[in-house]
C-alpha cells in the first residue's frame, strides 16, 4: 500500500471522537474503499429521540461537519432547543444542538417505521456526501452498562452526566447475546479485495469491547485472511481523551501497550504504538510499528492513516 500500489479495501473498527480521526485519515486515502463499523453501545434514548452517538461522530467527522472546538457535534451550532428545554425544567445535561437534532428527529422517525439503522445510517452518509461505508455493529440494540461505585449506570450516564467520575467495577453490554451480526460485515471480510482491518485508536473497553460481544463478531475477525492492526490509545500510559487510563486503573489493568496488546490477543497480526511507548516494544509478543500516534491536524491523521496502511502491507507480505 505504499508508493504508487494501489490500495485494497479497509475495514475499521470504530468508536467517537479518537476512533473517527483515525477513521478520516483513512478515508482521505481510501474514499469508497473504506468500511467502518461502528459502536452502538452507546445509543440511547433521549427527549424522546433516538441518539447515536458514535454514529454520528463518524457522520460529521467525514463529512467535514464536525465541531472541532467542542470535539463533539456539529459546527456553527446553536443552542435555542436546550436552553428552551431547560427553561422548562427538562433533563439538560445531554445537549443536542439545533442543527444537530435533525439527524435525531429523522433517525427516530425511520426507526418507528420499520427502517433499520443500516439503511438509515446508509441514507445519512449518501445525503451527507460521505462515500465511506459505514455501518453499525448490529440492528438490534446492545446497550454499554456501567457497573461502579454508584450502582449500574447507562453509558450516557456515567459518561456524559457524571463525567466519568464513579469507579467502574465492571462493563456489561445489555442486548448483545440476542443481537445479530450486521450481515455487511461478513460481506466485507470475505471482499477478495479486502487489504486489512483496523482497530481504531478508540476505548478498548467502552468502544471496542461492544462490537465485540455481539456473537459472531470476533469470530469473523479471526475468520479474516488479511492483517489486523490496533493502534493503540495510549501515549505514554495515558489516554489522550477519556477515560481509558482510569478504567484500566480502576479495573487492575496495567495502563501500557502490553495491556491493549493482551486485551485484543489472538485478534491481532500487529500492534501501532506512539514513539512515547517504544521502550515497552520489546516486551510485544507481535510485530509493532511506532510512529507519532498523536492526531492534531488533517495532515497528522493522513499521516498516522499511512503509517498503518503501510504496516498492513508489510505483514501481508509476510504472510505470503
Known amino acids: 500500500m505504499s508508493g504508487g500500489s494501489r490500495p485494497g479495501r479497509v475495514i475499521a473498527l470504530c468508536g467517537g471522537v479518537g476512533g473517527a480521526k483515525l477513521a478520516m485519515g483513512l478515508y482521505r486515502i481510501l474514499g469508497e474503499k473504506l468500511t467502518i463499523v461502528v459502536n452502538t453501545g452507546d445509543d440511547f434514548e433521549h427527549l424522546g429521540l433516538s441518539i447515536s452517538p458514535d454514529i454520528d461522530t463518524v457522520l460529521y467527522t467525514l463529512s467535514g461537519l464536525a465541531n472541532r472546538e467542542l470535539g463533539w457535534g456539529r459546527a456553527d451550532e446553536s443552542w435555542n432547543f436546550m436552553d428552551a428545554v431547560a427553561a422548562l ?179 491481532l497480526d500487529g500492534l501501532v504504538i506512539d514513539e512515547a511507548d517504544r521502550a515497552e516494544s520489546a516486551s510485544l509478543a507481535l510485530p509493532v510499528r511506532v510512529t507519532a500516534t498523536l492526531m492534531t491536524s488533517d495532515e497528522g491523521r493522513k499521516r498516522l492513516a499511512r503509517d498503518v496502511l503501510d504496516f498492513a502491507a508489510q505483514l501481508a507480505v509476510r504472510r505470503t
Not at 433533563?91 to 433499520?116: I, M, N, Q
Open 89 to 267: 425544567g427538562a433533563e439538560s445535561w445531554f445537549r443536542l444542538g439545533d442543527r444537530d437534532l435533525a439527524l435525531h428527529v429523522e433517525r427516530t422517525r425511520r426507526l418507528k417505521a420499520g427502517h433499520s439503522l443500516s439503511e438509515i445510517i446508509r441514507d445519512f452518509a449518501k445525503s451527507l456526501g460521505v462515500k465511506a461505508e459505514i455501518l453499525p455493529m448490529s440492528d438490534d440494540p446492545v446497550r454499554t452498562m456501567i457497573v461502579t461505585s454508584e450502582g449500574v449506570l447507562p453509558f450516557q450516564r456515567y459518561f456524559v452526566e457524571k463525567r466519568c467520575a464513579p469507579k467502574v467495577e465492571r462493563i456489561c453490554f445489555d442486548g448483545a447475546a440476542l443481537a445479530r451480526l450486521n450481515p455487511a460485515l461478513d460481506r466485507a471480510i470475505a471482499d477478495p479485495d479486502l487489504a486489512a482491518i483496523v482497530f481504531c485508536p478508540s476505548n478498548p473497553f467502552l468502544s471496542i469491547d461492544p462490537l465485540l460481544s455481539v456473537p459472531g463478531f470476533a469470530v469473523a475477525l479471526r475468520r479474516a485472511r488479511v492483517p489486523r492492526i490496533a493502534v493503540s490509545p495510549l501515549i505514554g500510559g495515558k489516554a489522550v481523551k477519556g477515560p481509558t487510563g482510569k478504567i484500566m486503573g480502576e479495573l487492575g489493568i496495567a495502563a501500557n501497550t502490553r495491556a491493549i496488546a493482551d486485551h485484543y490477543a489472538d485478534l
